[in-house]
Nanobody, 125 residues
């Protein structure tokens, strides 16, 4: 099991940028793939991005491709989500999550065994 704590959320104007961080603590960070999800009021939780430990392979939701970048620093046990060109429809609670496989890529929330508490991102128009 790995514990996850997000930070970096806040209020930003449309077209602006935010960088979210997720600090992980646990015994084997290298065994985990890391991802980001978001949930807006009245909507289901949706996949945003995921990154594998091995080879730094990534996958993104179509809605954020070209605007968001996921990265990780294994030495710091931290995963990041750089969000550029933000739109009001990006407003949501963003959560980081982890699953135990560095080689398999997934966007299914059922595969993620550990979740952070979430951080609010609000984009004004």
């Amino acid at each position: 099991q790995v514990q996850l704590v997000e930070s970096g959320g806040g209020l930003v104007q449309a077209g602006g940028s935010l960088r979210l961080s997720c600090a992980a603590s646990g015994r084997a960070f290298s065994n985990y793939a890391m991802g980001w999800f978001r949930q807006a009021p009245g909507n289901e939780r949706e996949f945003v991005a995921v990154i594998l430990y091995t080879g730094s392979r990534t996958s993104y939701a179509d809605s954020v491709k070209g605007r968001f970048t996921i990265s990780r620093d294994n030495a710091k046990n931290t995963v990041y989500l750089q969000m550029n060109s933000l739109k009001p429809e990006d407003t949501a609670v963003y959560s980081c999550a982890a699953y135990r496989s560095p080689y398999r890529i997934s966007s299914d929330p059922a595969d993620f065994s550990s979740w952070g508490q979430g951080t609010q991102v609000t984009v004004s128009s």
